[in-house]
C-alpha cells in the first residue's frame, strides 16, 4: 500500500491520540490545581507503527481491509498510576465518560499474564472529527502503576532483544522480578494509606 494511503488511513488515529493524551493529562493538571491527588501520574500516546500493523497482521491472519475493525490499538494510551488503588479510579473515570465508549476491558492486575505481565487494559470507542466528516475508531488504554511499567519496559526489552524467544534462565527472573512487583507495590499502598491517615489527623 502507497505511503500516502496510510497516512490518510493513520491521521485519525494520530488525532486521538493527540486528543486523549491532552484530555489526560487535562485531568493531572486540574487535579493538582485544587491540591488535590491525582489519580494519574503520566499520559503516554503512541500511534503503532505501519511495520509493526503490517506484522501484527500477517501474524494474526487480518485482511489488509479489515484492519481498521480487528486491530485494536493501532491508538494506544498509556496511563501510569502511583498506586494499585488508582487503577481502579481511572477504570471509573473513563467508565463514566460520555466522550469514551468502553467495548472491553481486561484485568491483568488481578490476573497476571504467564509471563508476568500486569496492566488494566480497556478498549474504547472514540469519535474524531476529520477532514472529510466525524470517524469512530478504537484505542487501546492500558492502565498500571510505576513498578507494573517498570517490568513491562524491561520485559518488551528482552522481547525485542531476543526477538521474542526470551531464554528460560531470564524468564524465571522476570518471573520472581514479577512476584517483587506484587510485594513492592502492597507495601507502597501501605506507605500512601499512612500518608492519607496523616493527613485526616491533621485536618481534625
Ligand atoms: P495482542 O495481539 O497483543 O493485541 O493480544 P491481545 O489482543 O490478547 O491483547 P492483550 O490485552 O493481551 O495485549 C495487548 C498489549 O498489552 C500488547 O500489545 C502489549 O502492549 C501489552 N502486553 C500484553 N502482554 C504483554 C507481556 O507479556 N509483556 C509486555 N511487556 N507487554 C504485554
Ligand atoms: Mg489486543
Given at each position: 500500500?502507497?505511503?500516502?494511503?496510510?497516512?490518510?488511513?493513520?491521521?485519525?488515529?494520530?488525532?486521538?491520540?493527540?486528543?486523549?493524551?491532552?484530555k489526560f493529562?487535562?485531568l493531572i493538571?486540574?487535579h493538582?490545581?485544587?491540591?488535590?491527588?491525582s489519580p494519574i501520574e503520566q499520559v503516554?500516546?503512541?500511534?503503532?507503527?505501519?511495520?509493526?500493523?503490517?506484522?501484527?497482521?500477517?501474524?494474526?491472519?487480518?485482511?489488509?481491509?479489515?484492519?481498521?475493525?480487528?486491530?485494536?490499538?493501532?491508538?494506544?494510551i498509556r496511563i501510569i498510576c502511583q498506586f494499585v488503588e488508582d487503577i481502579q479510579k481511572v477504570v471509573e473515570i473513563i467508565r463514566s465518560r460520555?466522550?469514551m465508549?468502553v467495548?472491553?476491558e481486561?484485568?491483568?492486575v488481578?490476573?497476571?499474564?504467564?509471563?508476568?505481565?500486569?496492566s488494566y487494559h480497556m478498549?474504547i470507542?472514540?469519535?474524531?472529527?476529520?477532514?472529510?466528516?466525524?470517524?469512530?475508531?478504537?484505542?487501546?488504554i492500558q492502565i498500571r502503576t510505576?513498578?507494573?511499567?517498570?517490568?513491562?519496559?524491561?520485559?518488551?526489552?528482552?522481547?525485542?532483544?531476543?526477538?521474542?524467544?526470551?531464554?528460560?534462565?531470564?524468564?524465571?527472573?522476570?518471573?520472581?522480578?514479577?512476584?517483587?512487583?506484587?510485594?513492592?507495590?502492597?507495601?507502597?499502598?501501605?506507605?500512601?494509606?499512612?500518608?492519607?491517615?496523616?493527613?485526616?489527623?491533621?485536618?481534625?
Amino acid at each position: 500500500m502507497e505511503i500516502q494511503l496510510w497516512r490518510e488511513i493513520l491521521n485519525p488515529y494520530d488525532l486521538a491520540v493527540k486528543e486523549l493524551t491532552v484530555k489526560f493529562e487535562h485531568l493531572i493538571q486540574e487535579h493538582r490545581q485544587q491540591g488535590l491527588y491525582s489519580p494519574i501520574e503520566q499520559v503516554h500516546g503512541r500511534v503503532k507503527t505501519i511495520s509493526s500493523i503490517l506484522d501484527k497482521a500477517q501474524k494474526k491472519n487480518i485482511p489488509i481491509n479489515e484492519i481498521e475493525e480487528k486491530l485494536e490499538d493501532i491508538a494506544g494510551i498509556r496511563i501510569i498510576c502511583q498506586f494499585v488503588e488508582d487503577i481502579q479510579k481511572v477504570v471509573e473515570i473513563i467508565r463514566s465518560r460520555t466522550d469514551m465508549k468502553v467495548i472491553e476491558e481486561k484485568d491483568y492486575v488481578n490476573n497476571m499474564k504467564n509471563s508476568g505481565y500486569r496492566s488494566y487494559h480497556m478498549i474504547i470507542e472514540y469519535n474524531v472529527e476529520t477532514m472529510n466528516g466525524p470517524k469512530c475508531i478504537h484505542a487501546e488504554i492500558q492502565i498500571r502503576t510505576l513498578a507494573m511499567n517498570f517490568w513491562a519496559t524491561i520485559e518488551h526489552s528482552l522481547q525485542y532483544k531476543y526477538k521474542k524467544n526470551i531464554p528460560d534462565h531470564i524468564r524465571e527472573k522476570l518471573s520472581s522480578a514479577a512476584d517483587a512487583i506484587i510485594v513492592l507495590d502492597q507495601e507502597m499502598s501501605q506507605v500512601r494509606s499512612e500518608i492519607m491517615d496523616a493527613q485526616n489527623a491533621f485536618q481534625i
